[in-house]
Nanobody, 124 residues
Framework: VQLVESGGGSVQAGGALRLSCAAS????????MGWFRQAPGKEREGVAA????????YYADSVKGRFTISQDNAKNTLYLQMNSLKPEDTAMYYC??????????????????WGQGTQVTVSS
């Protein structure tokens, strides 16, 4: 599975962006998709995840009510709609895919495939 993110950019605080993650394939073996971010000098952190079977979604407390994760199986694409952006949302954003149900959705170690990342910069 190859994952390619797009949609990053520079916006002012309060603005919005929609990230996309196109998958080369969407095999039934993928059970969970997630978005992670990593700011300079910080660890990679889970932002949101969606379980492909039941479409349950999970969010980090810092983005609840502002970000929405969704998927379009027909297009093999994962999305992250980001509204009310804050300077602290500035980071490289990555999408990831997991093959098995194990561990917490926000644990990067539990994902098997990763995209190359797309930069999001929010200015105050």
């Amino acid at each position: 599975v190859q994952l390619v993110e797009s949609g990053g950019g520079s916006v002012q605080a309060g603005g919005a962006l929609r990230l996309s993650c196109a998958a080369s394939t969407y095999p039934y073996s993928i059970v969970r998709m997630g978005w992670f971010r990593q700011a300079p000098g910080k660890e990679r952190e889970g932002v949101a995840a969606i379980y492909t079977g039941g479409l349950s979604t999970y969010y980090a407390d810092s983005v609840k009510g502002r970000f929405t994760i969704s998927q379009d199986n027909a297009k093999n694409t994962l999305y992250l709609q980001m509204n009310s952006l804050k300077p602290e949302d500035t980071a490289m954003y990555y999408c990831a895919a997991a093959r098995v149900y194990q561990g917490s959705w926000y644990s990067a170690a539990k994902y098997d495939y990763w995209g190359q990342g797309t930069q999001v910069t929010v200015s105050s």
